[in-house]
């Protein structure tokens, strides 16, 4: 069977790697619980796939993923392509809108609602988004539905999360190389407040004043807001910039 590594070996290279790059954020990130993040790659996402789907219907592919003006607009007139298969026509088409308007008009891009509704939505872009990956391995390379899915499978299991979550609440960074500042943020995740008490039991942090010192300097630089009384802490924009950065570097591992 095709390994997940070949399975776009049709497309240019500018479109391949972006695809794969924004389909395992989507998936790191939601299984590192990061739910804004996870919601957000869905608009990428749509744009690659749209230049994609695109191209196989003109019949030549553009170097590089591009943004149409109106990405409603533009998915409707690929409802006009003649001999392309009807997933390409009607399916995606009409899937990739509904992706972007998670991206646009949802609580991931405005602050609003009585309820934040960012873990369903990535949810449901997690879902839309591994379809349409089978969707693609599956007429690009004329195979079946079944074998579409096994590659799509591994490009979204063979891996090992940054963090896991266990009984009582406890939580792990698995990787023990990861600096302890960034094991920290790591924790923080998502924005809620958390106890430092908790920080140290899941680092198993041993010294407890140099923890401490260690929050202060995160603080200091803004990645972390840390309470007068030094008891909680929570993660600050700066501080979600460079955790995105922690978990891009860490490198999946995918068949080969």
Known sequence: MITSAAAFGALPVGLRDSLLAEYR????????????PASLGGGKFCEIVYTIIDG???????????KPNNMVQA????????HVPRSFQILIPRLLPAL?????????GHVGGDVDSN???SAAVL?????????????????????????????ATRRIPLVWDGANGMRRVLDPKVQLKDQVLLLLGEGTEIGVTDLIAWTGATNKAYFKKLLRELADTRMI???????????????????????QSHELKFPT
């Open 100 to 108: 972007y308007e998670v991206r646009n008009n949802r609580g991931v």
């Open 119 to 121: 873990h369903m939505d």
């Open 56 to 66: 196989y219907g003109l019949g030549t592919y553009a170097a590089k993923p591009a």
């Open 127 to 155: 879902a839309i988004a591994g379809w349409i990956m089978c969707e693609l391995v599956r007429v690009l390379h004329s195979m079946s539905t079944k074998d579409a899915q096994q590659v799509v499978d591994a490009l």
């Open 75 to 82: 998915c409707k007139a690929l409802e006009n392509r003649p």
């Open 25 to 36: 954020a989507i998936v790191q990130n939601y299984l590192e619980r990061r739910w804004t």
């Open 225 to 247: 807001e840390l309470a007068a009384d030094e008891s909680t802490a929570t993660i600050l924009p700066p501080g979600s910039v460079r955790i995105e950065g922690v978990i």
